[in-house]
């Protein structure tokens, strides 16, 4: 998929845990981690930038996903500073769960594609392809932004509403 698919896919999978996170009180952060989430669903695609790096090889897996995540959640723990220890953990967990997220999305983008993905690379190198639709349809990709900015504004209508 393109870049206009991928945030689609980030909305719609991020769209039902910061309605969670936000009607537990924590609205800033839930508008942060979906804005962190969406800007890191295109992070797998600066392979094409790398040089002797394959395309949809070792930024497309697990692995990859798993280390965004640590990553992510490694930043929070220098940045945050909370009142209570269980907070700190809990945002350190978030962003974990964040960075892994972003990324799976666009894992799961892919899998559409007639290409698809190894997403368990190095153990395994089978491809795993829903093959749905190329990835350069604009269709599709609209489709995809289209029903993520749909699963956001269903979950703010419910953190509206409950509020």
């Known amino acids: 998929m393109y870049q206009y698919g991928h945030y689609g896919a980030a909305l719609l999978a991020?769209?039902?845990?910061?309605?969670?996170?936000?009607?537990?009180?924590?609205?800033?952060?839930?508008?942060?981690?979906?804005?962190?989430?969406?800007?890191?669903?295109?992070l797998p695609d600066v392979d094409h930038r790398l040089p002797f790096v394959a395309h949809r090889g070792p930024t497309h897996t697990l692995v990859f996903a798993a280390l965004v995540g640590a990553a992510l959640a490694a930043a929070a723990a220098v940045l945050v500073e909370a009142a209570s220890p269980l907070i700190d953990v809990a945002f350190v967990g978030f962003a974990f769960l964040i960075g892994t997220l972003s990324i799976g999305s666009h894992l799961l983008a892919d899998a559409l594609t007639p290409m698809g993905i190894r997403p368990f690379w190095p153990v395994s190198r089978r491809r795993y392809t829903l093959n749905v639709t190329p990835a350069k349809s604009p269709v599709a990709n609209y489709a995809l932004l289209l029903v993520g900015v749909a699963a956001t504004a269903g979950a703010v209508g419910i953190v509206v509403t409950a509020g």
Do not use: R, W
Request: net charge negative.
């Open 14 to 42: 991020y769209a039902p845990i910061g309605a969670v996170v936000a009607l537990a009180g924590f609205e800033a952060v839930a508008i942060v981690g979906g804005l962190v989430c969406v800007s890191l669903s295109t």
